[in-house]
Nanobody
Framework: QVQLVESGGGLVQAGGSLRLSCAAS????????MGWYRQAPGKQRELVAG???????NYADSVKGRFTISRDNAKNTVYLQMNSLKPEDTAVYFC????????????????WGQGTQVTVPS
């Protein structure tokens, strides 16, 4: 079994910062790509930022220059540093990871965290 547990969400004023964390635990052999998605009320879930096992990153245009994704492979943890937050960043943020578990063939599956709420009042 594998779990992704997020933390760090909350309410912050416009212009403020938050740091989200997502720790993976369980029967993990290795972790490929990790990422952060968000879903605002009435909208589809969208990719915010992604990072490969080698540290290559990509960002949604709406967060470039404000958000930074990073990972600590020793801790199986991915982070999202969010600066200059705007009301339009309000959403539930989910982490996501492609994980090889122990077992025959070391199968690769995509796992999701439970989500953490980020609220930036207008």
């Amino acid at each position: 079994q594998v779990q992704l547990v997020e933390s760090g969400g909350g309410l912050v004023q416009a212009g403020g910062s938050l740091r989200l964390s997502c720790a993976a635990s369980g029967s993990i052999f290795s972790i490929n790509n990790m990422g952060w998605y968000r879903q605002a009320p009435g909208k589809q879930r969208e990719l915010v930022a992604g990072i490969t096992s080698g540290g290559v990153t990509n960002y949604a245009d709406s967060v470039k220059g404000r958000f930074t994704i990073s990972r600590d492979n020793a801790k199986n943890t991915v982070y999202l540093q969010m600066n200059s937050l705007k009301p339009e960043d309000t959403a539930v943020y989910f982490c996501n990871a492609g994980i090889h578990t122990y077992g025959p063939g070391r199968p690769l599956q995509v796992y999701w965290g439970q989500g953490t709420q980020v609220t930036v009042p207008s």
